[in-house]
């Protein structure tokens, strides 16, 4: 029936339970799995999980694992035995890195080596994609299916979902409309949305590029901090004004205004890398404490956009020589890197001299 919700549809309303603080049940091979993350769940819903008498552990990301001293025996990520006594403090203290200087001792901690991980292991991916704290509450079910419909709560299927995890979700050109801008009367935005449910991209236009020619292109990651709000700590902001002066300037272009925050974490997980990094850790160690990779990017989905619309190569402003190789891979000719070298203050000196020390970035 067509009214039933597609696997992508599940995934999007799992996102969404997820950031709400709701447990979703994940299921694949005979095997079921209640997962709830950490950061939005309250102490009656831990109560409750309890309750149901199976074997409670947290799991975590391998980066969070190696800030508490954890085992992660399952490569990627550990699963923490959670004691019977604990209340939840304790479990969103192994999860948020916020008190670790204050209170380092948090074990000692048991984590698992036996059974079979890959639930836990797409409960993971699933937190960092409703873009919450990647520490997920799980428990095995004897009967996922009766528990899901007794409390409507949303079941995964891993085995049509897991793909669904690993792949860039179809886009579509919801609009486009003429955009007069400063550095451009000929300016068009375009606003593009996921199949599946998740944030909208957009593309700035300049004038008429060729699409039969290397189109002049930047992959702008949103930075509500610099794009808006002018901050200090970062480039980002001079490096998007730059990019659309210079096509201004040039004539045409295209700059894909991709909204992954962060480097993907989000807004309020990137704060907590700011507070972090006011306690003496750099990006990179920041990142690493909340539990997170260098850079959570897809930029997948900057080369689905520019072939949606109609481009196959582009001469890429960036300084990132690592966007150029994904381009490449995802199917973009690059045959130009153009530097943007703007925006260095004295307040982001340390930041930028990480980027180049430990993400390989021309500056």
Known sequence: MSLLP???????????????GMAVVLSANGMDLLAIAAETMNAPRLDDIRALGGDVVLTLTARRAETLKARAYDGDIARVRVPGDVPLDWVRALADPADDLLHPMKGPLTTLRDGDATLHRGAIQL??????LPAVLCCPLPDGAALAAKMDLTRLDMQLTAPLLAATSPM???????LPLTVSDAGRLHVFRP?????EHYAVEIGQPDRDAPVLARLHSACFTGDVLGSLKCDCGPQLHGALAQMGNEGAGVLLYLNQEGRGIGLANKMRAYSLQD???DTVEANHRLGFEDDERDFRIGAAILKEMGFSAVRLMTNNPAKLEMMQHAGITVTERVPLKVGHTAQNAAYLATK???SGHLL
């Open 279 to 281: 306690q003496g850790f």
């Open 127 to 132: 937190a960092k994609q409703a873009q919450v």
């Open 6 to 20: 597609t696997p992508a549809e599940r995934l999007s309303r799992a996102r969404a339970d997820l950031r709400m």
């Open 195 to 199: 199949e599946d449910g998740s944030v």
């Open 172 to 178: 579509t050109d919801v609009i486009h409309a003429r």
């Open 356 to 358: 180049a020390r430990k």
